[in-house]
């Protein structure tokens, strides 16, 4: 796993654009690059109260997060898209191969719109499900408007989340760990809550008498 911290004090908002982009859009190296635990750290180094490290403006990490995740997801959209179904197939590591199936199971159980916003808050899913969503052959025009908006709703929350902290309290260094863990589980409260929903609504189904 590469360090965010090293990368964001080497390169600064570009080194963010560049991990976010490879993140979402190269499914080789994709998920061994940190995403949550490098966005809240870069909005960290964005606070006035940061000491370790580099100060960050935070409008150019706004951006650089934002277009690496929008380029990323569309990158890898369009590499399922050319490699077709059968290349799902032929994914040997078994993380990403659970996180393809996750993928699949998210597209088939809640839609396009619905699965492409929740797969961007999900580790190894949000690597994944671009290139799945390509070789399955979601509508250009509907992947492309949700995955905007995904990507926006996941990496500015992070990053204005870790600018908070930084301005918020007094030594915030000492809570980074913690605070994007926090972040990290926050971010899946969408999914959970959309797991949970979608079993309520089966039960209820499943309750209501059928018609005779």
Known sequence: M???????????????????FAETGLLVVGFFLPGD??????????ASTARNGPHLPLLPVL??????????????FWTGRRAGPTALARIGNKRLR???????????????????????FIPVVRTVLNPVAGALGVPVRTFTAWQVIGGLAWSQSLVL??????????HPDAYLVPAAAAVVVVSLV???????????TERADRD????V
């Open 2 to 20: 590469v360090n965010g911290t090293w990368l964001l004090s080497t390169f600064g908002a570009f080194g963010a654009l560049v991990c976010i």
């Open 37 to 46: 635990t490098l966005l809240v750290p870069a909005g960290l180094l964005c």
């Open 63 to 76: 951006a650089c997060a934002a277009a690496g995740t929008i380029a990323g997801a569309q990158v890898g």
């Open 98 to 120: 659970a996180g393809a199936d996750r993928a699949e199971l998210l597209l088939a159980r809640y839609g396009y719109a619905k699965a492409v916003v929740l797969g961007r």
């Open 161 to 170: 989340g870790g600018y908070w902290l930084g301005d918020s309290v007094r």
């Open 190 to 200: 969408p999914v959970v809550l959309e797991v949970l929903r979608g079993r309520g």
């Open 208 to 211: 209501t008498p059928a018609d």
